[in-house]
């Protein structure tokens, strides 16, 4: 048996049967009502066995991966943080029918990192999430939320359609349809723009009440402000950017730029979600969208473990073909360096899509650029490294399947 809402009840058990079990739910000691309406019905969250179950586990999960990644190499750390963030940034985007392609992304990133002057407008959103776990952001007011979408969404939107950016004193004038598919409205924002601001303080109450589970809170934030809806574009963006942030402060700092992949993968239990959550049938019980978030959640955590898992037998395993590879190297005077040069090089291979600029190889390795060009000639002489040409930008990578030779 497991979470079952009130729209289930509803519509699989008689209507009496189904009002008693809400008086019950409503007026529960271990029942938080919030002075949020949906449908005229007050709001509430129960906390349910099987809510703090998935609470729990996530918890439990969050341990072992913090386990798995403290007994990693910090270049395998990094690039792996790299293709999630990469990941994050196109799954957050697509989930909107926005497309921004992962050479894109990385691309832009070295800009950003190179603090370049740059007018691209994904600049925005890029920058927010490359700086998820550096930048202290605060979220205690609407002014903050709207700060956040002028620095995140602001020029992509203006330059793709005018009409959607805020024209209130803060957020939206106007009614905004949800749309399921291109014709079927299934929700509308809440108006007058007047109470989206009083609902939106009253939502950034709810996660910043630190008597609640941060877990919790993350979860009815993420609802109420999709209730809400407080702008014409970007929404779902914006709050799925705000959830990471909380998430990657509050645990293992990668399942910040995991959430969007996961949404993307169970799309269609995360929109159900919101629309159970939202329908008259449920009666304002937002536990029904804690519980399904927290499990997308989990979901999430399940696969970065398994992930971090194989990658680090993967990283263990070519360690010591690395051994094996040494002798080719045994009369170069730069020995030490090439096979640290390489080890790095398998780190990128193993734990990201795209590899290391020779700029932050030479960073890395603390020498010049003659020497990291004449270390990576060798070791294309060998076979033993990929480059790859993306735009301006050459990366470069170890080649696995000629080191996979070595390993017999």
Do not use: W
Not at 103 to 129: A, M, S
Not at 358 to 369: A, D, H, P, S, Y
């Amino acid at each position: 048996m497991s979470f079952k809402s009130l729209y289930t009840l509803f519509i699989t058990n008689d209507y009496n049967k189904f009002n008693s079990i809400y008086n019950e739910k409503f007026n529960s000691e271990s029942t938080i009502k919030f002075d949020i309406y949906i449908n005229e019905y007050q709001s509430f969250f129960t906390y349910d066995k099987y809510i703090m179950s998935l609470v729990s586990k996530i918890r439990d999960i969050d341990e072992r991966i913090k386990e798995i990644f403290s007994n990693l190499p910090e270049i395998a750390i990094d690039q792996y943080k790299r293709k999630s963030l990469i990941d994050e940034i196109e799954y957050t985007n697509s989930i909107e029918g926005v497309i921004f392609t992962r050479k894109d992304i990385n691309d832009l990133i070295n800009e950003i990192e190179k603090r370049f002057k740059i007018k691209n407008r994904f600049e925005g959103i890029v920058n927010k999430y490359l700086l998820l776990n550096s930048e202290k952001i605060e979220f205690n007011n609407p002014i903050d939320i709207r700060k956040l979408y002028n620095d995140m969404l602001y020029n992509e939107i203006k330059d793709e359609d005018e009409k959607n950016l805020p024209d209130g004193k803060i957020f939206r004038k106007e009614v905004v349809h949800v749309y399921k598919s291109s014709e079927k409205i299934i929700h509308n924002g809440i108006m007058p723009e007047s109470k989206i601001i009083e609902y939106i303080n009253k939502a950034l109450n709810i996660l910043n009440d630190k008597s609640i589970d941060i877990l919790i809170r993350v979860s009815l934030f993420h609802y109420y402000f999709g209730y809400i809806h407080p702008f014409y574009d970007g929404n779902g963006r914006i709050n799925r950017f705000i959830s990471s942030y909380i998430l990657s402060k509050h645990l293992n700092q990668i399942i910040g730029f995991r959430l969007s992949m996961t949404i993307k993968e169970n799309l269609t239990q995360y929109l159900d979600a919101f629309a159970h959550t939202n329908d008259i049938r449920n009666r304002a019980d937002v536990s029904t969208f804690v519980y399904e978030f927290l499990d997308i959640i989990y979901k999430s955590y399940q696969k970065t473990e398994i992930y971090a898992l194989e990658r680090s037998q993967a990283l263990n395993k070519y360690e010591l073909i690395l051994d094996k590879i040494i002798p080719l190297f045994e009369f170069d005077k730069n020995k030490k360096d090439i096979i640290d040069l390489l080890y790095i090089l398998i780190q990128c291979s193993v734990f990201s899509d795209f590899g290391l600029t020779k700029t932050n190889l030479c960073k890395i390795l603390k020498k010049g650029n003659t020497k990291v060009t004449e270390f990576l000639g060798i070791l294309k002489k060998n076979n033993l490294c990929v480059e790859m040409q993306s735009k301006k930008y050459h990366y470069y990578r170890a080649n696995l399947l000629e080191i996979d030779k070595f390993e017999n």
